[in-house]
């Protein structure tokens, strides 16, 4: 055993020297892909660069040939059409070089996207690795098991030859116990004969003893008697002690009558005490949550200045009471749930780690006096959204929550209402102000905007107000419900649930008129122009139809109404949870951790009496042996010693046993060990050919960049691409579904290609016509600013295109059925479906922020655009030539004679057409 231990030892660490070898491998491996990504954006970049430079050069080159054709078109006679022929002649030489320059072009493409695809295999690859890594630490947890149960073994031999050597001296004992004994029954057959011939002579004394038991029976009739006598006197004296007792009985009852008052009286005090205590910290209590109350008093400031940090402090507010909210509703599920549910919700704690470290980051913070509730607003809404999931999971079935609910819905009314409060009150401050700013021009009067706008928006302030005051009743009610074990029908959950969705729509209104206006201030003031009323009002309907769906004819109506609506519900609410019909009482069950450890309990108490019987059998058995010791002490001790041989027999057979188990367990684990060693040999090949691949595309971007490689030898055909992955497939037939999708995919990318081939070629086309017949483009942008920023937006959608292809051309599906088939085994958190699915979710979510920004830059764009105003006033613009046709005629001498004969007019209706005809020929 020890030769086979120190073999296993040094093949532990064989197989850890492996596995750092392969994990440096690895991270070299990540760090050349990286190199490579960051290689093959470059080039893009500098590709989409010059495209652009050399589209404006061609653009202020045909704007400068068009100024002189506008001076020389007059002049113009046959000697210039002969000298157009020869330049077309030129340009169809110079087309011929674009389309060679366009196809080499085209294979660059084509070689870029086959290093993208190359490097999504390396990525898979390399997660292939890290699932090995976790192969090698179980290997090596159970490499360190064997051990340990090899020393065991080693403990339990050394056991077992003592035993062993124990037995054959015992046995030895046996034979020579086994010869005394049977001499011992020999004398014991003489005893007995002995005793039986006493037994007769006893029978004969037993008749002698019966006489003198008569005489006995006749003595004791005549005590009897004398014993009624004494009773009788007995009787009288039990009397006597009855009254004496009974005095006494009173004397104590009066004494316990005294100790109970002196009990009460100490009682009293002892409340007295305790109130003063509770007062004490009440009023400590007050005094600290006055001082952080002070910190954002919300109308106090809606009475003087309202900052607009108030209003990040409102939305942070509200996150967290919906954060908090959803807890609670765990909370009450985890109270009340069976105990099967109860033991499956502990796995809940590793999910909930990173929320629990950002809430942990918020106070530190809030502690240190460095909280920026803006900032904080994104880490609450990723908490939110994993508490919504695990409530989808638990909560979706149950009634459980129903009254924490109702308390949510009611509390977000509450901060719903103070948003809608601060973002309305800070939009009069702003438009207050802007109306006195002598920057902006205001040429209509401030009793007008006081009478349309200030009146209509201090009377919504005040209406949000009072549904404040409304949802405060609410809360105070179903308090006062919840500590009276009492709750509301389930009837009004749909009631409550409209109400909220119409006061987040209220807020969301608010909150889209206040940015609306704030960027409508901000723009008159940079270009000084005149601030008008009826911009303010296109904004409100605009932002109204769009969020309540509401035409409005006079400024502030739809939300009037919407508030007047929102009033008249929670009044409503009010009513019917003061109703005694609507109330229902709630019978908490018992706590599952109580219910588990009464059943642990029971568990014990049954444990405990089969103890105590064992105990009392025990007991009984020693006292049989000891009447046997009594009786007879030679049989007694020789049968203890048999006993005492059929134990230790006993024992010595299940200890074999369990030599035998061993020996079987060491036997399947170098079967296991030598299982490993072959996966671990796979998965070093595998390593190897990884990175030859990487080596090879290492290669590959380096011929890129330098541009030695040959188009021949790079492009790669769509069959041969199959038949590689069809290759793969075989050999993992798990990834077949995936490898399906991943070449469809790649085939619509294929044809897309194409058709963007051809859309590029049809746009070189349309520039290789005749310069003056071409139409009119757009003029170079002068201001370097603006030139700049449509740079970086044409970067930047190209950028979120790609993007946003490679994700859809390469869809992850989620496997469930691991989790189907090992619930109880540990795996990583990356390999769980909970988080694939967040961190798909949050790429669409960062895609969706990338293409709002883009949309917002792009509408700053058209508005100044817009804003700009034209030179020739839109009078006077003639439709534009979209293209001409030349096609070449075989009879040349004939045919430039007869030049009107052949000319054909085709007539094209907007570009697209072109773009159709050019693809024809191209094709």
């Not at 179980?138 to 065991?152: I, S, V």
């Not at 954002?296 to 400031?301: A, G, L, S, Y």
């Not at 020693?622 to 002490?633: G, S, T, V």
């Not at 058709?755 to 005749?770: F, M, P, Q, T, Y």
């Amino acid at each position: 055993y020890e030769g086979k231990y120190n073999e296993a030892v040094e093949s532990m660490e064989m197989m850890t020297l492996d596995k750092e070898m392969a994990e440096e491998k690895a991270e070299n491996l990540q760090h050349e892909v990286n190199l490579l990504k960051e290689k093959v954006e470059e080039i893009s970049v500098d590709l989409t660069v010059f495209k652009q430079e050399g589209e404006i050069i061609q653009l202020e080159k045909q704007n400068d040939r068009l100024k002189e054709a506008l001076v020389k078109l007059r002049d113009v006679t046959s000697e210039q059409e002969a000298e157009l022929n020869k330049k077309i002649k030129s340009l169809e030489k110079e087309l011929v070089s674009l389309q060679d320059i366009q196809v080499q072009h085209d294979q660059m493409k084509n070689q870029l996207k086959e290093a993208e695809n190359a490097i999504e295999d390396l990525k898979i690859r390399l997660d292939d690795a890290t699932n090995a890594d976790y192969m090698l630490e179980q290997l090596t947890d159970k490499n360190l098991a064997q051990g340990e149960r090899l020393e065991e073994m080693r403990v339990t031999i050394e056991d077992l030859e003592a035993l062993k050597e124990l037995n054959d001296e015992l046995e030895e004992s046996h034979i020579e116990n086994e010869k005394q004994l049977q001499a011992e029954i020999d004398h014991k057959d003489t005893l007995i004969r002995e005793y039986l011939k006493r037994i007769e002579m006893s029978d004969e004394t037993n008749a002698d003893y019966e006489n003198t038991i008569n005489q006995f029976r006749e003595l004791v009739a005549n005590l009897q008697s004398d014993l009624e006598q004494f009773r009788q006197k007995e009787e009288s004296q039990y009397s006597e002690s009855k009254n004496l007792s009974s005095q006494s009985q009173t004397m104590l009852d009066l004494n316990f009558k005294l100790q109970s008052t002196v009990l009460k009286a100490q009682a009293k005090q002892i409340d007295l005490e305790l109130r003063k205590l509770d007062v004490t910290q009440a009023s400590e209590n007050l005094a600290f949550v006055q001082q952080v109350d002070q910190i954002h008093n919300i109308p106090e400031k809606l009475n003087t200045v309202v900052p607009e940090e108030l209003m990040a402090v409102c939305e942070f507010r509200q996150k967290l009471a919906w954060f908090s909210d959803i807890a609670r509703r765990l909370v009450s599920f985890v109270n009340t749930c069976p105990v099967e549910t109860f033991l499956k919700m502990g796995q809940v704690y590793h999910d909930l780690v990173g929320t629990e470290r950002r809430l942990h980051g918020i106070v530190d913070h809030l502690r240190k006096e460095e909280l920026k509730e803006a900032e904080c607003i994104t880490d609450v809404q990723r908490s939110i959204a994993q508490l919504e999931h695990l409530a989808e999971i638990y909560l979706s079935n149950t009634k459980i929550d129903e009254a924490d609910k109702l308390f949510a819905y009611s509390r977000g009314l509450d901060l719903n209402a103070d948003t809608m409060a601060v973002s309305l009150g800070h939009l009069k401050q702003a438009v207050a102000l802007a109306c006195k700013d002598e920057e902006i021009n205001v040429t209509e009067g401030i009793d007008k905007f006081t009478s349309d706008f200030f009146l209509p928006l201090q009377s919504l302030v005040s209406q949000s107000r009072s549904s404040k005051v409304m949802a405060r009743k609410l809360i105070r009610r179903l308090d006062d419900m919840a500590d009276q074990n009492a709750g509301l029908k389930s009837d009004l959950l749909a009631q409550f649930k409209m109400c909220f969705s119409l006061s987040t729509k209220l807020t969301s209104f608010s909150q889209e008129v206040w940015k609306g206006i704030s960027a409508y201030i901000n723009e008159k003031k940079d270009t000084k122009e005149e601030l008008l009323l009826s911009g303010l009002q296109q904004i409100i309907y605009r932002v109204t139809e769009n969020i309540l769906g509401i035409n409005e004819v006079n400024m502030w109506d739809g939300c009037t109404k919407s508030l007047l609506t929102l009033c008249s519900e929670i009044s409503n609410l009010n009513n019917a949870s003061n109703d005694p019909e609507n109330t229902t009482y709630v019978k908490k069950g018992e706590a599952p951790w109580n219910i588990r450890a009464k059943e642990i309990k029971a568990e014990l108490l049954v444990n405990a009496d089969m103890e105590r019987k064992a105990q009392l059998q025990q007991e009984e058995i020693r006292d049989l042996i000891r009447e046997k010791k009594a009786k007879d002490q030679l049989l007694q001790e020789s049968s203890v010693k048999i006993e005492l041989l059929e134990k230790r027999m006993e024992t010595v057979k299940k200890q074999a046993d369990k030599i035998n188990a061993l020996e079987q367990e060491l036997e399947n684990s170098r079967k296991q060990e030598t299982d490993f060693e072959e996966a671990m040999e796979s998965l070093q090949l595998e390593l190897e050919s990884l990175e030859r691949q990487n080596r090879q595309f290492v290669t590959l971007a380096g011929n890129i960049e330098d541009g030695a490689i040959p188009s021949c030898n790079t492009e790669l055909k769509d069959e041969d691409i199959e038949d590689d992955l069809g290759r793969y497939a075989d050999t993992n037939p798990l990834e077949n579904q995936r490898l399906v999708s991943q070449i469809e995919s790649l085939k619509f990318a294929i044809r897309y290609l194409r058709a963007e081939n051809s859309h590029l070629k049809g746009k070189d086309a349309l520039n290789a016509l005749d310069w003056h017949l071409q139409p009119k483009r757009r003029k170079a942008f002068k201001n370097q600013d603006e030139e700049e920023l449509m740079k970086s937006v044409a970067l930047e959608a190209k950028s979120l295109l790609k993007d946003f292809r490679n994700v859809s051309a390469s869809p992850r599906i989620i496997d469930i059925t691991r989790t189907l088939e090992n619930q109880k085994q540990w795996r990583p958190l990356k390999m769980t479906p909970e988080y694939q699915y967040q961190a798909q979710q949050s790429v669409m979510y960062t895609f969706q922020q990338r293409s709002n920004e883009l949309k917002s830059k792009l509408q700053k764009l058209g508005k100044n655009n817009l804003q700009k105003p034209s030179k020739n006033g839109g009078v006077g613009i003639k439709p534009s030539i979209i293209g001409r046709i030349r096609l070449p005629v075989l009879d040349n001498a004939k045919d430039l004679d007869n030049s009107f004969s052949n000319h054909h007019n085709i007539k094209l209706k907007n570009p697209l057409d072109f773009e159709k005809i050019h693809t024809i020929f191209v094709n």
